[in-house]
């Protein structure tokens, strides 16, 4: 495990970041974006973590949160590196576990009669923001992707968690019941 003694390191100053494998890169890269996204998301979920959540709801976002910190890692890795092959990486399980969270999710809610707005409880609303930034997390990692080979499974894993998200936020809603649909030309008189 890392020490974190020294915080100021000025090993930045120059708009420069090192990477896990120590090659140092430009802080405007997209793989320093993709990554900084993934950092941001797992803040939003650390904000939902905060809030009155279903029982069982908190343990699984710390198991995402140590996840995402892992999806930063092997994101900050170049796959070409010596070192790859020894970090965490987003295996297949995870995803089938996300998979499995969305249907049990699912299995609670009641039937969305249309679209479903960010908002309700706290809880609903840091969930909506959190699959707003997965989403976000998505943009840059398919940007990275253009120029960069990266595992592919690190797209799924995403894909799935925005899903996760949403139905998380139904969930927190009293299983939807308290869900604010969309109103198409809606004018307050």
């Not at 120590?22 to 809030?51: A, H, M, P």
């Not at 990692?141 to 080979?149: I, K």
Request: aromatic share 6%; with cysteine.
């Amino acid at each position: 495990m890392p020490k974190l003694d020294e915080i100021t390191t000025r090993a930045g100053d120059s708009g420069q970041t090192g990477l896990v494998d120590g090659s140092r890169i430009q802080k405007s890269s997209q793989r320093v974006r993709t990554y900084g996204t993934v950092d941001e998301l797992n803040s939003v979920f650390g904000l939902v973590r905060c809030e009155d959540l279903p029982a069982g709801l908190n343990q699984k976002l710390l198991q995402l949160q140590n996840e995402l910190f892992n999806l930063g890692g092997e994101l900050a890795t170049p796959i070409e590196s010596e070192i790859y092959a020894r970090i965490p990486r987003i295996r297949q399980q995870q995803i089938d576990r996300l998979e499995g969270w969305i249907q049990e999710a699912r299995s609670c809610l009641e039937p969305a009669e249309n679209f479903v707005l960010p908002g309700g409880s706290r809880a609903a609303a840091a969930l909506h923001l959190a699959r707003t930034v997965t989403r976000r997390c998505e943009r840059e990692l398919v940007a990275l992707l253009e120029t960069e080979q990266i595992n592919p499974l690190c797209l799924a894993f995403l894909n799935r968690l925005s899903d996760l998200c949403f139905v998380w936020a139904r969930l927190c809603n009293e299983n939807g019941r308290a869900d604010i649909h969309w109103q198409p030309g809606f004018h307050p008189d």
